[in-house]
């Protein structure tokens, strides 16, 4: 193999421009320019499932079951459609709920989900107690905290009686920071 | 053969890469350090790509979608042929890749490998554990069976403690409010596309510096690293007594590689694939989320934590881990490599292995969690109803019925979130075991609410009597004593 040919070296000094080099420059801030435009649709597709929140999309009343369905002094297990949801769900879109109807229209609908790290807490009548079979959550059939790691009472969401039918807004996942859709309450915190 | 060679010669006239290889393949290392100690990176690299080459074949069959992964799943297993075993596979490659980066880590800490001028090998490793972590953990979403839903309904609320974004933040790691069929679709693209993509470049790199800054020297105690004149030493070394990477160390190198594939296969082959585990359907509570292996030691420590200190170590921890990793080889980049003469590091070393190991074993059986069904599964033992009054069998029955028994273990089977009760009476008096069951404490709820009087006598009734033949039941003496004063004196009396 032959050595390369030299190539012609910028030899104009630092001080002044030289032609070629203005030409790269303008080339690099096109080149900037072309990115920061793409960047902007881009950064926004990304970002979607903040805006679609900030845009109060992820909430919805929805129907539980008509009244009936919850005999008073009981707490149950009810099962919803979740209303934000898109056909490849699956399973996924199928949500449960624990329904406790103390009297009259008088409700507490708790999430299912731990207040700890969200695993699904299962109720159990005889102790009147809802255990989390994670890391040992306990709360009470208020849905306030009993006993372990749990920083607060169960996640409740706010109901409504509508046409003698109990109604929700669901829609995401209750965590300590999201819980828009959920009845603000902190009396597990206070205990 | 000649054609073959002519084809060769025509290719490498063309890519002029035959030196390069030659001379990466012929580079030299201390003959020391052609060791069975310096076989695990080239282990992870090959089990890399053995990942990269069954998930490829994986996809071939896998459906990313939230309805149909768990069908693609059961086809894979059941109507692919051997597509259980890539399966199998991929999933104790999956295994064997954490444990060989984490057992890769040991020797490279120990021996001081990361020191000058091998500061950056090091850093991008820990990179490139924490991508591996990361593809452990993406992996097991995209089985997408009820460990993976509630895996993620675990880390979405881990994320939701980030302060002020918290909420975005799982909006943003769920791709939506739930976890749903989004969720699937962007772990989907993080396991196969982006943290792939990024660990190629990374273990480039890594291989490309290890070439470059050579192997580490087998450690001496008193040889010790200074800036000034490591490179010359390393370099005097290998003039002294090195051996070409080809042939004089690879043959362990590729001795221990095969035998990880041999051990991957057959494990695949004996235990099979991983799961899925039931449809990821959260209406099914009756459920018992478990992670996999690899973050049981995570399990334990979320459920140990004290509750107050539970957000703060969450957020700051992995900081103060991966920062402490990343500053390690720019805290200590000179000075001792051999372990003799650095305590600390053994010390450190031992701690985390140890503490991992303690807290991973724990969480196989996760004594913190009530067993959700051993009041209905688990019957009494009878030598504890065994010659007992009706109302002691009757608190029997309020502590079996009232799921007592789902945190408190008798005669060794039950729950351990609480003690077990076996000899209970001998350490609590009867207004201890009342004000217990009432008021709750400790870590347990109080039952008040849910027990009547009856119930509470008949309860405690039966608590009296757990207590074995030879030890008297605790008493409370000045209780003793005043109901010995109150007591009419018996001259009175007549």
């Not at chain 2, 839903?149 to 769920?174: N, S």
């Not at chain 2, 290890?210 to 800036?227: A, D, F, Q, S, Y």
């Not at chain 2, 051996?243 to 057959?266: E, L, N, Q």
């Not at chain 2, 709750?440 to 009597?465: C, D, I, Q, R």
Request: aromatic residues 10%.
């Amino acid at each position: 193999m032959s050595e390369p040919p030299e190539i012609a070296k910028d030899t104009s000094s630092g001080a002044e421009l030289s032609r070629r080099a203005l030409f790269t420059k303008i080339g690099l801030l096109l080149n900037g320019l072309a990115v920061a435009v793409l960047a902007m649709p881009i950064l926004g597709y990304l970002v979607s499932p903040i805006l679609r929140s900030d845009r109060g999309q992820y909430k919805r009343w929805i129907t539980l079951g008509g009244l009936d369905e919850f005999p008073e002094g009981q707490t149950r297990l009810a099962t919803f459609q979740n209303p934000i949801s898109i056909g490849s769900d699956g399973d996924t879109s199928h949500i449960p709920c624990w329904v406790r109807r103390i009297h009259g229209e008088q409700f507490q609908v708790f999430a299912i989900n731990c207040a700890h790290l969200g695993c699904p807490v299962r109720w159990f009548p005889q102790s009147g107690l809802f255990m989390c079979p994670c890391h040992g959550g306990v709360y009470y059939q208020d849905g306030s905290r009993a006993s372990g790691p749990p920083p607060r009472g169960l996640f409740e969401y706010q109901y409504k009686v509508e046409d003698g039918k109990l109604m929700i807004e669901a829609g995401q996942l209750p965590t300590l920071s999201t819980t828009a859709s959920l009845a603000a309450r902190s009396r597990g915190c206070q205990s | 053969m000649s054609k073959l060679k002519q084809i060769g010669d025509w290719l490498e006239e063309r890519l002029q890469i035959g030196g390069a290889i030659r001379e990466a393949a012929s580079h030299p290392v201390p003959r020391k350090s052609a060791r069975w100690w310096y076989v695990f990176g080239s282990a992870a690299l090959t089990i890399f790509g053995l990942q990269v080459v069954t998930g490829i074949l994986l996809a071939l069959a896998y459906d990313p979608s939230a309805s149909e992964a768990g069908n693609s799943l059961q086809y894979l297993n059941h109507g692919v042929t051997l597509g259980w075993f890539l399966r199998a596979v991929h999933g104790w490659g999956s295994n064997f890749m954490v444990a060989v980066v984490l057992i890769h880590m040991c020797p490279v800490f120990l021996f001081g490998a990361y020191k000058f001028p091998r500061q950056l090998t090091w850093v991008l490793g820990v990179f490139l554990l924490l991508m591996t972590l990361g593809m452990a953990f993406t992996g097991q979403v995209l089985r997408f069976d009820q460990d993976a839903y509630w895996g993620l309904g675990i880390g979405a609320p881990i994320t939701g403690r980030v302060p002020l974004i918290g909420a975005q933040a799982v909006h943003m790691l769920l791709g939506g409010p739930i976890i749903a069929g989004a969720t699937l679709s962007r772990l989907f693209t993080l396991h196969v596309f982006l943290i792939p993509g990024l660990l190629i470049g990374f273990v480039s790199l890594h291989l490309l510096l290890v070439l470059k800054l050579g192997i580490n020297e087998w450690p001496m105690p008193g040889r010790v690293v200074r800036r000034s004149t490591y490179e010359k030493e390393y370099n005097e070394l290998l003039q002294k007594d090195g051996v070409p990477f080809v042939p004089g160390a690879i043959w362990k190198d590729m001795v221990f590689s095969d035998g990880i594939i041999v051990a991957i296969m057959a494990c695949a082959a004996y235990f099979g694939p991983f799961g899925p585990s039931g449809y990821p359907d959260p209406t099914i509570v009756q459920t018992i989320p478990k992670p996999d292996f690899f973050f049981l030691w995570l399990d334990a420590m979320l459920a140990l934590l004290p509750p107050e200190m539970e957000t703060a170590s969450l957020l700051i921890g992995p900081v103060v881990v991966i920062g402490f990793l990343i500053l390690l080889p720019f805290l200590s980049g000179e000075g001792e490599k051999n372990w003799r003469r650095r305590p600390i590091a053994v010390v450190t070393l031992l701690l985390v292995v140890v503490s991992l190991a303690t807290f991973t074993k724990l969480a196989t059986y996760s004594p913190w969690s009530p067993i959700m069904d051993a009041w209905s599964g688990d019957p009494l033992p009878v030598a504890f109803l065994n010659r007992r009054t009706p109302l002691q069998r009757q608190g029997a029955l309020v502590f079996q019925g009232k799921q007592c028994r789902n945190c408190h273990a008798m005669g060794g089977s039950g729950g351990r979130r609480g003690p077990a009760l076996d000899s209970v009476a001998t350490t609590l008096t009867t207004d201890h075991l009342v004000r217990q069951v009432i008021q709750g404490g400790g870590n347990m709820p109080a039952y008040g609410k849910n027990l009547n009087p009856a119930e509470v006598t008949a309860l405690v009734s039966f608590l009296e009597t757990l207590h074995p033949p030879n030890r008297p039941p605790a008493r409370d003496a000045s209780q003793a004593a005043i109901q010995q004063q109150e007591k009419p004196p018996p001259a009175a009396n007549r």
